[in-house]
């Protein structure tokens, strides 16, 4: 059975062998591009000086850092172009590979003439299923280890590695967005005789959870923290502490927000209690920062791989019961 199921796929795994070809030769230049240009504008010595901390006092070398930060990112700004590509990958080992992996077979009506030769549904299913998803998982950790390393320098300049796009593509989090892809088309492929309807499943499906994970359950793992410092103190957020804004503002001194999305100061010496702009916040206003810290990443990505390993595994489960029905 491992024989034929490679005989198979191999054209499928030549093709991915080729893509991951072009991949790479993106990647390489590119990434070795933006290393040398951030160790060549000092920022990792200058973000290492800055701590991890939420808040840091304002000085000349938080905003020198800052600005450098700015720069490396508006330089390698169309990057975040070639990340977003990044973030789609998994999806497509699901529509090309898991989905046509049974719907084909049934769409064809080659799966009778398997299970007629002694061999059962069983071992059919856990040959193909084992040995598809052992490559899916050599393929994806190679994928997530470079698309890390490609994308690290990126991070460190921006916003830190819990934020959208950049969580996604980071860690090893990838791993278990392309095993549950590659599972949900097989589950689609045993609902869905053939395979275009199959593989539609499997894109939307992927979408739709992925959203969902990702929008309504990852920013609420674990509570969020806040943050209030005035405008007119020393305190200001840490740019290289990685933590993940979800929302932020000025509130009044009732606490009612009343500059959303915007943050005021330093204030000068005579406050920020009248005129146009941050005056509109009125006297005893503060800024008020919603997130969460940069140091979660790792725990994060752990609570939402789990998530996907375990939809893969039901969906793997109800596949295969689902093969004992089709004819």
Known sequence: MIWLTWRQHRKQALFTLVALGVLAAIMVPTGLAMHA??????????????GSASMIVQTDAAANCESLGHQFQRQFQDMVFVAVLFVVLPVLVGVFFGAPLVAREVEQGTHRLVWTQGVSRLQWALAKFGLVGAVTVVLAAGYALGVSWWFQPLVSASTGRLTYISFDVQGFVPIA???FALALGIFAGTYWRKVLPAMAIALAGFAAVRVAIEVLARPRYLPARTLTFSPSGQQTPNPASGDWVMSEGVRNAAGEMVLPDARIGPCPPGGCGGGPGPGEAGPGAYNWVQYQPGDRFWLFQGIETGIFVLLAAALVFFALRRLRTIA
């Open 37 to 50: 240009k951030y160790d060549s504008l000092g920022l990792a010595a200058c973000r290492a000086s800055l």
């Open 177 to 179: 967005y392309t095993l």
